[in-house]
């Protein structure tokens, strides 16, 4: 939400300083053979290293036309029936590699969340007695800003200040907390998009002093349960390709492998592969 946006005929441009990336989604504006052109010279003026789009499968051989290549599909990504894919262009062609180490571990991680697949679907009847799970408001802002500070530092997530958390609750965002006895311990965060009518888990909090715990394995189900009596279709999420932790769980909660975006996103001071999960 800090990153800058700006709008070029009539579509949204997300510039991303410190993932060195633009992202581009789907608006009815949208004119990709007369825009891509334009969002490539942003990109080298901005000396960013890739740009990733969010589209419907309408738009793809248009994107591959213009060097674009797909690294993740979203069967029902569109309003539960047009299936959507992250495509992806690189100025910097070394960011289009991994390393023998990466793609090793990328493969044992793999491996691993697709033996756990659907293992463990029925988590939420198991909820420990002295944790509870409710949808927080902006009531709650205080608690979620206490949490973050401890969970992030400022250079990853400045989301904890009380004024930007307001701005989240105001643009169809909703947070989610898992308390221990009246002690919130993880938070997460969910981005509701009403007219693609899918859900995306942006990212979770967790106290320092419950790492490990894997908490955050309590609050997806309850974030599927009550996104879906409110109509919407599709969750996804993006996921650090070198967690085993939550690769396997999103697994175990039965959502799918859709791709792995390269090097895509910065994580503490490292540029990591993001493996893209769905469940509909």
């Known amino acids: ?11 949204l441009i997300h510039q991303e300083k410190r993932n060195s990336r633009l992202v ?10 007369s825009l891509l052109p334009k969002v490539k010279k942003m990109a080298y003026e901005n000396k960013f290293g890739k740009i990733v789009g969010r589209v419907p499968e309408g738009a793809i051989k248009t994107f591959q036309l213009n060097g ?7 069967p029902g990504l569109y309003n539960g029936h047009t299936t959507g894919y992250f495509l992806a262009d690189y100025l910097n062609k070394d960011r289009m590699f991994l390393d023998k180490s990466q793609l090793k571990k990328s493969e044992s991680i793999r491996a691993m969340a697709k033996a756990a697949q659907g293992s463990g679907e029925n988590i939420s009847e198991r909820l420990p ?13 205080v608690q979620i800003s206490k949490l973050h ?5 400022p250079s990853s997530s400045p989301v904890y200040e ?24 993880v938070t997460a965060l969910v981005k509701l998009d009403e007219d693609e009518s899918n859900v ?30 409110l109509g919407y279709k599709t969750i996804y999420t993006l996921v650090r390709a070198s967690s085993y932790g939550f690769n396997i769980t999103l697994s ?14 910065v994580v503490g001071n490292t540029l990591e592969n993001m493996n893209v999960w769905y469940l509909n």
């Open 162 to 185: 009380p004024e930007n958390l307001l701005q989240l609750f105001n643009q169809n965002h909703l947070f989610y907390g898992l308390f221990r006895q009246d002690e919130l311990v």
């Open 252 to 265: 175990k909660l039965g959502f799918i492998l859709a791709g792995t975006l390269l090097n895509n996103t």
């Open 200 to 229: 995306e888990i942006l990212d979770f909090a967790t106290h320092p002093s419950y790492c490990g715990e894997n908490l955050s394995y309590y609050l997806v189900p309850e974030i599927k349960r009550s996104t879906s009596i």
């Open 1 to 11: 939400m800090l990153d800058k946006t700006v709008k070029i005929d009539g579509t």
């Open 68 to 74: 674009y290549r797909i690294e993740a599909k979203i």
């Open 149 to 153: 500070r401890k969970a992030f530092s």
């Open 129 to 141: 007695s002295n944790l509870s799970i409710q949808e927080l408001n902006t009531g709650d802002i």
């Open 24 to 33: 581009l989604t789907q608006t009815p504006e949208s004119n990709w053979e």
